[in-house]
């Protein structure tokens, strides 16, 4: 296969909880980025960093990177009910022109 | 800003024939990128265009290709359509090559029978 990893694959929280996903890859990058989908829609992009940093900030999404580890994961605080979606990473390999995506978790935020 | 485009919504067609997907890049981006999302995975990359030339693609067969014109709108063709081709196919668009942040379009629902 082609894409990344990602666990867990299915994850169910209350409202107000965090979440935590991560994401493995295979070989080394230029950068991770992630992204949310709705229902089989278009993937809405929420966060990029770049293989020489170590964390982001986005509002309530926290993301970080262990390029020692090609492993990354992505926070979500205080969830509400709109986060419900499936996450997904995606790397650009080195060297290559290829954007790998992984298998995705689908989280379910309940009210 | 219009986001990234892509017509027609959803398609129907049936096993041996061809289907051409279209996509517009947000103005100013001169990369468009082809993505084939089968339910239930993520989403895997074809192709990769960028000022009208291929800079990367997948592994796909031949029966896929793809082309960028000059206002850097692109077309996403399929021959020889099998069933296994049903999927939604998603376009997205950078300003440069796939170092960029890439913005997606809603996609194109295609399905085979």
């Known amino acids: 296969s082609q894409q990344g990893e990602e666990d867990p694959q299915a994850l169910s929280i209350q409202e107000g909880e965090n979440a935590t996903m991560n994401c493995s890859y295979k070989?080394?990058?230029?950068?991770l980025q992630w992204y949310r989908q709705n229902s089989g829609r278009g993937l809405v992009h929420l966060i990029l960093?770049?293989?020489?940093?170590r964390e982001k900030h986005s509002g309530r999404l926290r993301v970080t990177l262990d390029t020692s580890k090609k492993s990354s994961s992505l926070l979500i605080t205080a969830s509400r009910a709109a986060d419900t979606a499936s996450y997904f990473c995606?790397?650009?390999?080195?060297?290559?022109?290829?954007?790998?995506f992984g298998t995705g978790t689908r989280l379910k935020v309940l009210a | 800003d219009a986001g990234v485009t892509q017509s027609p919504t959803h398609l129907i067609k049936t096993r041996g024939q061809h289907v051409t997907l279209r996509c517009s890049p947000i103005s100013g981006h001169k990369s468009v990128s082809w993505y084939q999302q089968v339910l239930g995975q993520g989403p895997q990359f074809i192709f990769q265009y960028y000022e009208k030339e291929e800079r990367g693609r997948g592994n796909f067969p031949d029966r896929f290709s793809a082309r960028q014109f000059p206002n850097y709108s692109s077309e996403l063709n399929v021959n020889a359509l099998l069933l296994g081709d049903s999927a939604l196919y998603l376009c997205?668009?950078?300003?440069?090559?796939?170092?960029?942040?890439?913005?997606f379009g809603p996609g194109t629902r295609l399905t085979v029978l």
């Open positions: 960093i770049r293989s020489n940093e």
């Open positions: 995606a790397t650009d390999y080195s060297g290559t022109y290829k954007y790998i």
């Open positions: 997205a668009s950078s300003l440069g090559v796939l170092t960029d942040t890439q913005y």
């Open positions: 070989t080394s990058i230029n950068n």
